[in-house]
């Protein structure tokens, strides 16, 4: 069963703290992506990485930083926690390949910022 | 600049009828396109899928259909259940763009039993 599993279903960290989400796939994708979703908002594209070491900026990047050493493992970083960025934060993944790939996502990470 | 719309937040359905989620779309490029569900407090989990040389795709009681000139998707479910109830989102991708999927707002689905 291929999985995309995300480090923690729940979070509660402090404003100006440093906040780590892991997310790692058993899949050999090569794609990875990180969203969050808001209501009313739908799923927003903050990093992704098409390969080790690459990462893009997606549509909401700032306040975010991200890190993929390995090709199994996506980390979201978030430097110093802000209230606003309490939110669901999925993690996803696609292997490389025309029509027919979808995306596999993980659990989610409810985070909140207080 | 949303390039997805989902303009319905919410639909309720009673048990046994059919649920019609739409979803538009305003890039011409975007050749697949795909529906995903979601439950609270879980990811979402990949439903149906059609590719852009189609206009139909049925699986079970899940049907995509799509208007390409009218840049228009939608997802029939019949007989909705109250399984169904969850979020739907739409999801598009073009090849330029390799695997990044652009998604839509979502819709919140009540089946009524």
């Known amino acids: 069963d291929v999985k995309v599993t995300q480090s923690s279903r729940y979070l509660v960290k402090r404003t100006g703290e440093k906040v780590f989400l892991e997310c790692v796939q058993d899949?050999?994708?090569?794609?990875m992506f990180w969203y969050r979703q808001d209501p009313g908002l739908g799923l927003r594209l903050i990093y992704f990485s098409y390969d080790v070491k690459m990462k893009e900026k997606g549509d909401i990047p700032e306040g975010y930083s991200v890190s993929r050493e390995k090709k199994e493992r996506f980390s979201l970083i978030l430097e110093s926690a802000s209230t606003n960025q309490t939110s669901m934060y999925l993690c996803?993944?696609?292997?490389?390949?025309?029509?027919?790939?979808?995306?596999?996502f993980g659990q989610g990470t409810r985070l909140t910022v207080v | 600049d949303q390039q997805v719309k989902q303009n319905s937040p919410s639909l309720s359905v009673q048990e046994g009828r059919i649920s019609i989620l739409n979803c538009d779309y305003t890039?011409?490029?975007?050749?697949?396109f795909l529906w995903y569900k979601k439950y609270p407090a879980e990811g979402p989990t990949f439903l149906i899928s059609?590719?852009?040389?189609?206009d139909k795709n049925e699986d079970g009681r899940f049907t995509v259909f799509l208007n390409k000139s009218a840049k228009h998707l939608s997802l029939h479910i019949v007989p909705s259940q109250p399984g169904d109830s969850a979020v739907y989102f739409c999801?598009?991708?073009?090849?330029?763009?390799?695997?990044?999927?652009?998604f839509g707002t979502g819709t919140s689905l009540t089946v009524i039993p």
């Open positions: 996803a993944s696609t292997k490389n390949g025309g029509q027919g790939t979808e995306a596999f």
């Open positions: 999801a598009l991708r073009t090849s330029n763009t390799g695997n990044q999927f652009y």
């Open positions: 899949m050999d994708h090569e794609n």
């Open positions: 059609i590719s852009s040389i189609k």
């Open positions: 890039n011409s490029m975007f050749d697949y």
